[in-house]
């Protein structure tokens, strides 16, 4: 969605909200006292609304989006908006009995608020589909890149770009196409000269730097967009970044977005204030469990294990004893199954639960590990894992997590080590706070995060 667009939908979001407190209040007679009282709540929604929609996906809709994103954005932002009105509402008590109210407006709102999405997503994605609002564009450049740059555009008309012209020095496959063909590149200026186009895209290796310094000089002259497709644009991935050393630009063909000081910040932040929490209410159930585990089986209660973390650097990684006591040299190189004869009754329920990890908060609050993050692996398996999985080792550049994006969708216990590791590169590429919040409300509550714990 475009970034106008954005901002109507983000609007209108609150128009619902506003409206569905506002009726629902109304209709249920909700004295005076209580109605200035949801004006205050309603300052709130807006603020707590922004901070959602900026760290989310939730305004970020158009013809490529899909049914399934749209309803799982929407769904955990209204459900993160509803967690904290509600907690703020019951901590507050500013409501008294018409508490209830207020799950009503939301849960009504998130309806409201989900069909605008789905109505909006079809009728851009239909009327691109039959031709409207197309971009016209002008291709100039050569090879395989072209080739393949023409077929995507030919074969998905929801991108909502005709091609109106095709410059080139190879005729190669020109052939079939409807837009007009030139042979000779220096033709350019003419046609864009004489015909409209919104944007320009320049393709493949240009051997005369001149030209395409010329071809940018006319796209700015002509006051037209453009944007440069190199041939080694498959090194690039997709969310790429132009980075500088010194005054020298520089593309990195990974975007980090944990490499920005600010981002390192907010999830340090964000990491030692919810350790310190859960550590607090979670003491008890240590005592609980550290008990359990003594009585069960001989051996320690704490179990540490050296395990590789960020930029490949060793950390002592703290969880509760779930198996029997045994030789360094076996837990640190035989891998867990179900079955794993090692794992006592109390430590498979503790597995199982993850109870398991709740010690790792200790190592997130001295900075070793992360609330969310790729699960850490033991130097063994790194060693053996690398070898057989190239990029193995690039889970590496973000610091390790209790939970990561893989054991929320059940990659984890003896599953596919290749799709972990998608998982994980996908969260070193993509990660924001929205991210980590989502991350870990699927831990809990997706079906998927429990079904392969063993």
Request: charged share 15%; proline share 3%.
């Amino acid at each position: 969605m475009e970034y106008g667009n954005s901002r109507i939908l983000f609007i209108l979001d609150l128009l619902i909200i506003f409206l569905f407190f506002f009726a629902i209040f109304r209709l249920n007679n909700a004295p005076s006292g209580i109605l200035i009282k949801h004006n205050i709540i309603m300052i709130i929604i807006v603020i707590l609304w922004f901070l959602i929609c900026v760290n989310s996906d939730v305004l970020r809709i158009n013809s490529l989006s899909n049914i399934i994103k749209i309803f799982k954005d929407t769904l955990i932002a209204y459900s993160v908006l509803s967690s904290l009105v509600i907690s703020i509402v019951l901590f507050v008590n500013i409501f008294g009995s018409y508490d209830k109210l207020i799950i009503y407006s939301l849960f009504f709102s998130f309806l409201l608020s989900l069909t605008t999405r789905l109505v909006y997503f079809l009728i851009a994605k239909y009327l691109h589909i039959y031709g409207c609002y197309q971009k016209s564009v002008l291709i100039i450049g050569n090879g395989q890149v072209k080739d393949q740059l023409i077929n995507k555009f030919m074969s998905s008309p929801e991108l909502g770009i005709h091609i109106s012209c095709i410059l080139t020095d190879d005729d190669h496959n020109l052939c079939a196409l409807s837009p007009s063909n030139v042979d000779q590149i220096d033709q350019y200026y003419s046609y864009m000269s004489n015909y409209h186009f919104d944007e320009v895209f320049i393709v493949g290796q240009f051997n005369d730097t001149n030209t395409l310094q010329y071809v940018i000089k006319l796209c700015e002259l002509k006051g037209i967009r453009f944007y440069i497709f190199p041939d080694y644009f498959e090194l690039i991935k997709q969310w790429t970044i132009i980075n500088s050393i010194g005054n020298l630009p520089v593309i990195a063909v990974r975007n980090e977005p944990l490499n920005i000081l600010g981002n390192r910040i907010i999830k340090r932040s964000f990491d030692i204030l919810v350790s310190i929490l859960c550590l607090i209410v979670f003491s008890p159930l240590f005592l609980i469990i550290s008990i359990a585990i003594k009585l069960s089986s001989p051996g320690p209660i704490l179990f540490f294990q050296e395990r590789i973390g960020n930029n490949n650097v060793k950390f002592t990684l703290c969880k509760f004893r779930s198996m029997l006591d045994q030789p360094l040299h076996d837990s640190d190189t035989i891998w867990t199954t179900s079955s794993d004869s090692r794992i006592t009754p109390i430590g498979r329920i503790l597995r199982k639960t993850n109870l398991d990890e709740l010690p790792q908060l200790w190592n997130v609050l001295v900075g070793d590990m992360s609330i969310v993050g790729p699960r850490p692996e033991r130097e063994y398996f790194v060693e053996k894992f690398s070898q057989e999985i190239p990029n193995y080792r690039v889970r590496h550049l973000v610091k390790s997590g209790i939970t990561g994006l893989a054991q929320a969708n059940g990659w984890r216990g003896n599953t596919s080590i290749k799709k972990r590791i998608e998982c994980d590169i996908y969260y070193l590429e993509h990660w924001s706070l929205w991210l980590d919040l989502k991350i870990i409300l699927l831990t809990f509550f997706s079906k998927d995060a429990w079904k392969n714990a063993i």
